[in-house]
């Protein structure tokens, strides 16, 4: 029996997708929508006599059949027989019945054993093979502009496609029956206008739909509708056509964009420049992505690139002008800004212009982004979302991203997966990402089958049902028509899409690379290869669409802009890296990007606000509203400490953010299940218990002018979701945008946007951002992992001189915060959190703030704070000195301890103990860096003559120690040693046994109030 035999059988359960297809012609041509739907039940043949092909294909049966009834022409002639047999033979009134499973029972058989169960096999076999070309039609497109590698990595051609005439008989044909006509089924649009095709037709309008120079992944996405959307736009005849002045306009960018790559290497043939030569069409893809999505309706494009054809993005799509690219090449050119700054293929830009294509207004930028290929991912996705937030576009009609990525990293970097996975949350969506992949089909000297265990680069899209549309590099109509559809199907959708320009890379990684070590025969062929230019130049010239001429004055004509544009960019002495701002604030700096003044605002609130917000945070402002009875006790207790004027953790969180909120800052919270809080002190989402889904958010029921709230639970992922807070914090100066690590350990996964972004961003780009990290902290006994959120690592990364003593200026407060790349604290109280929450937004201008917050002191007695910490004329302390016994007599106190965070309430507690108020001094350090040389001088002198001890939790050679020790020792000026307290050096965070745990306590702790621990020694 042949394999077809085999695969008629399995040809069941179509019912659900057809049926679906029928009710859900909607939006697509419905050529084929021919049916009632109330006619097609999906009824079996039960137990009648069928023939088993024929029982298991009833459903399409009944498609024939319904069509014969419609018109006896809509099937071919051979089931026209057949139908006419059998309803000649049916008993008066069967026929009019018209269910052909009843028809068909127990008579087709009788009347026509051999033929029926033929033809039924036949067009099933037709069927089969339009779906096997559909799904597997792309591992024969010829993919490779070279012809010499399989971009799938696989030379293995699927034996269902009818490469040879002798693969038919997979299907139980041979080539006689090649020019039999058969009735298409309605899951294809190769017919055109006509319902049925000879086989030798259907063979080769598939192979042009699928097996030529695109290659469309797609079925597997589960949407019907989707589906048939995409196989209208490759298979419909004669789809994909382009005016001559569409091919035109296509040879005239594919000159900008070959020329522009030849003028660099003409010029500064030893500079690195990552060229895109092999690749040249990706400027007229992107353009004509950006000149249909512009039609659509689209006016503010984010994009995000890696390395390869930077400078042709910039210069040729976001229109950078040339000058201003090529002066970057010159090594006498002085910096202006502050900071590092970055090498010219790492920088961002940000330019509004009409775009040519469509007349309309449009912005496009481009995120400046480190050398970790795609970090830039999720932090797109989060400023293409702040702005669609922000404008008010919820369906992402007016706002989107672009995406291009490497093949290498596109399927090697994990981040790829995180922010796909991000693609669909409705707090993360941002409505359809556009994917451009420049497949050269090599990562830097390395073979895709030693990078890759996909067949495709693009695999890693398939988790979120995004149709892949793999193109021939060579082709620049195919990549053009793939371009429109995708950013179509975008429009439709609103959901991912992938395109995969298949190319070659003509030179080395970068422009110093010999390729010929590593990969011989691919650059012997790239050698020989003719320029796509050319190729696409020749073509037009044969059709007559341009002539010779009209091609090398378009060639000569940007060939001079080039010209000129270099001998201006002589001219330029200085280099302005503001110049090259991804997210300008316009209205937030002054014209020179500089603060509006250096201080900033008591973070203080009125009585009536800290009530107010109080009361919300206690209540459930919705009626009818039954949450559960741990969260009513939790509310309960909330009020009770507001009746008494004083606040726990959770409501020193809410009076920051309700204020903020209040003045029109929107506060968005992100992260795994910060809706709750992990350690469920939160409670911002509110569950109604007996309505599935109904939830209440009490901070928007705050005030009737109020910013929003958002608060959203994360996918499980840091890298990916830091990244996209830090995007969307990008979008507005005037926003509070915060993101929690469930545990502060797990920050070391998103490591590469805190090393890269966060703590360089704004030396290497000059942008700021204001984005904060809140890091759950301390050390409970609770093992080596959940313990630490490292601050060690933060500090380290302060810019902050340890062996210099600042000027101490009036506004020395601010200008310390405005020199820093970000501040780090560790709040011992929650109005001190409250108020270095309000102050980041109240500063003149943005920096990242770390904040390590607490696990056992959110619900700590001792760690409350009263109203009055919060009201009017207070602020952020970011020391709060020993305001007891040791403070009235200073001159008595033998030992000033310095701490930070929790350790401060037990070391309190044991001072108590062992009654040495008087002797031992505790100074809290809030906030850590900047390092507060002034407030820490201003303590050590008044306690001149005690020792100065600094005493932490954390393992030497983690925490804070490395950090304050040579600052202490700068305050004061290394007369005095710093001592230190706490647990030995250590490879592990903390140890996982609860009693070597507490000793370790009990034992430093006996060393922090022993005063005559330090006696005799002079140094540590
Ligand atoms: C995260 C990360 N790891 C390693 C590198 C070093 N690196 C730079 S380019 C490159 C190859 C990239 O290949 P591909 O993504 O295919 O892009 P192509 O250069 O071929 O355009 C590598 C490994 C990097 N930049 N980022
Ligand atoms: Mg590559």
């Known amino acids: 029996m042949s394999q077809l035999r085999v695969l008629a059988s399995l040809l069941r359960g179509g019912c659900a997708g ?135 990595l696989d030379s293995f051609v699927p034996s269902d496609l009818i490469t040879t005439i002798d ?67 490759f298979e419909t005849p004669g789809i994909m056509q382009f005016t001559n002045a569409e091919k035109r306009n296509l040879l005239a960018r594919l000159v900008r964009s070959t020329r522009f790559e030849d003028f660099l290497a003409r010029k500064w043939s030893s500079e690195k420049r990552f060229g895109l030569e092999g690749c040249e069409v990706l400027i007229p893809a992107l353009k004509t992505i950006i000149d249909t999505s512009s039609a659509a309706g689209i ?51 940000y330019h509004e212009r009409i775009n040519r294509g469509t007349d309309k207004h449009i912005t496009l930028s481009l995120m400046a982004n480190p050398s970790h290929l795609e970090a830039v991912d999720p932090v797109v996705q989060g400023k293409a979302k702040a702005e669609q937030f922000y404008r008010g576009d919820t369906r992402g009609k007016r706002v989107m991203s672009i995406l291009m990525h490497g093949d290498a990293a596109f399927a090697g970097q994990g981040v790829v997966y995180e922010t796909f996975h991000l693609s669909e949350l409705p707090s993360y969506t ?32 398939r988790v979120v049902n995004a149709p892949i549309f793999h193109v021939n590099a060579d082709d620049p109509e195919a990549v053009m028509y793939v371009c429109r559809v995708a950013a179509e199907w975008r429009t439709t959708f609103n959901k991912d899409v992938v395109i995969d320009l298949v190319c070659y890379r003509r030179f080395g990684h970068n422009e110093m690379d010999e390729p010929m070590f590593t990969q011989p025969l691919m650059y012997k062929q790239i050698n020989r290869q003719v320029h796509v230019l050319k190729k696409y130049s020749d073509k037009l010239i044969a059709e007559r ?157 705050l005030w009737t002018n109020q910013a929003p709230y958002t608060v959203c639970n994360s996918s499980l992922s840091e890298y990916g979701v830091l990244g996209f807070e830090l995007g969307f914090a990008m979008a507005s100066p005037n926003a509070l945008i915060l993101w929690e690590a469930q545990f502060g350990d797990f920050n070391n996964t998103a490591q590469c946007i805190i090393d890269q972004f966060i703590s360089s961003g704004q030396a290497k780009w000059v942008r700021n951002n204001g984005i904060v990290l809140l890091l759950p902290h301390g050390m409970e006994g609770m093992g080596p992992e959940h313990s630490s959120a490292r601050p060690e690592r933060f500090l380290q990364m302060s810019k902050d001189d340890p062996d210099h003593f600042p000027e101490l200026t009036g506004d020395f407060e601010v200008q310390q915060l405005y020199d820093c790349n970000w501040i780090v604290v560790n709040c011992s109280t929650p109005a001190n959190y409250c108020h270095v929450l309000r102050r980041q937004i109240l500063l003149p201008f943005r920096k990242p703030l770390i904040i390590f917050t607490p696990k056992s002191l959110l619900r700590h007695p001792d760690a409350r704070s009263s109203f009055d910490h919060l009201a009017k004329g207070t602020k952020f302390k970011r020391l709060i000195p020993d305001e007891g016994p040791a403070s009235q007599s200073p001159g008595q106190v033998k030992r000033v301890i310095f701490c930070t965070g929790k350790i401060y309430y037990e070391l309190v507690k044991e001072r108590k103990r062992q009654n040495m108020e008087k002797d031992i001094a505790i100074t809290r350090l809030e906030q850590i860096s900047p390092f507060p040389f002034d407030l820490v001088r201003a303590e050590a002198e008044k306690y001149a003559d005690a020792e100065l001890v600094w005493c932490q939790e954390e393992h030497k050679n983690m925490g804070y120690y490395d950090y304050v020790r040579p600052r202490f020792l700068t305050v004061v000026a290394n007369k005095k040693p710093v001592w230190y307290v706490g647990r030995d050096p250590a490879a592990a965070p903390a140890t996982g046994n609860k009693s070597t745990h507490l000793n370790e306590l009990k034992r430093f702790m006996d060393t922090a109030f022993n005063l005559s621990a330090f006696t005799g020694k002079d140094k540590q």
């Not at 024939?64 to 009834?69: D, F, K, Q, R, V």
């Not at 229109?319 to 961002?348: N, W």
């Not at 990402?433 to 680069?457: C, E």
């Open 430 to 461: 941002t409505h359809g990402t556009i994917h451009v992949v420049v497949n050269n089909q090599i990562g830097f000297t390395t073979d895709p089958r030693v990078a890759r265990s996909s067949h495709y680069p693009t695999d890693v899209a």
């Open 18 to 152: 057809r049926n679906q297809w029928f009710r859900g012609c909607g939006g697509v041509p419905a050529r084929r929508c021919w049916a009632d739907p109330s006619r097609r039940g999906c009824s079996s043949s039960g137990s009648a006599p069928v023939p088993s092909a024929l029982a298991s294909s009833s459903t399409y049966v009944e498609e024939m059949y319904y069509a014969w009834l419609d018109d006896h022409k809509n099937v071919h002639e051979s089931w026209d027989v057949f139908f006419r047999n059998i309803q000649a033979s049916s008993p008066p009134g069967e026929a009019e019945e018209r269910r052909p499973s009843t028809l068909l029972r127990g008579r087709v058989l009788s009347h026509s054993p051999g033929t029926a169960q033929k033809v039924v096999e036949d067009h099933l076999a037709v069927h089969n093979l339009i779906r096997a070309y559909q799904v597997r039609g792309h591992y024969a497109a010829h993919l490779d502009p070279l012809g010499i590698l399989d971009t799938d």
């Open 545 to 701: 669409v341009v002539t010779l001429q009209e091609f090398e004055e378009e060639v000569a004509k940007y060939d001079k802009i080039c010209e000129e544009a270099y001998t201006s960019s002589k001219d330029e002495k200085i280099l302005h890296i503001r110049h090259w701002l991804d997210s300008p604030w316009r209205d937030f700096f002054t014209a020179q990007g500089e603060p509006k003044s250096m201080s900033y605002i008591s973070t203080g609130l009125e009585e009536e606000v800290l009530q107010h917000i109080g009361q919300t945070a206690s209540s459930v402002p919705l009626q009818d509203f039954r949450i559960h009875p741990g969260v009513s006790r939790i509310l309960r207790g909330r009020e009770d400490l507001v009746k008494s004027r004083q606040l726990d953790w959770a409501l020193g969180e809410y009076m920051a953010f309700g204020s903020l909120l209040k003045d029109g800052i929107h506060v968005r919270l992100s992260g795994q299940d910060v809706e709750r809080g992990t350690f469920s002190h939160r409670h911002h989402v509110l569950h109604d218990q007996e309505v599935d889904k109904r939830t209440c958010v009490p901070m928007n029921h």
């Open 167 to 233: 693969k038919l008989g997979f299907y139980g044909f041979d080539e006689s029956d090649m020019d039999r006509t058969f009735q298409l089924p309605p899951t294809t649009f190769i017919g055109g206008d006509s319902a049925t095709l000879p086989l030798r037709e259907i063979i080769r309008r598939l192979e042009s739909s699928y097996c030529r120079h695109i290659g469309v992944e797609f079925m597997f996405i589960n949407n019907v509708d989707q589906r048939q959307w995409i196989r209208q736009r």
């Open 299 to 349: 006016d503010s494009v984010i994009m995000g690139m890696p390395h390869r054809g930077r400078l042709n993005v910039l210069a040729n799509v976001i229109r950078k002008d040339l000058d201003q690219i090529f002066c970057q090449f010159d090594p006498k050119l002085e910096a202006a800004d502050e900071g590092s700054g970055d090498v010219k293929y790492h920088l961002g830009m």
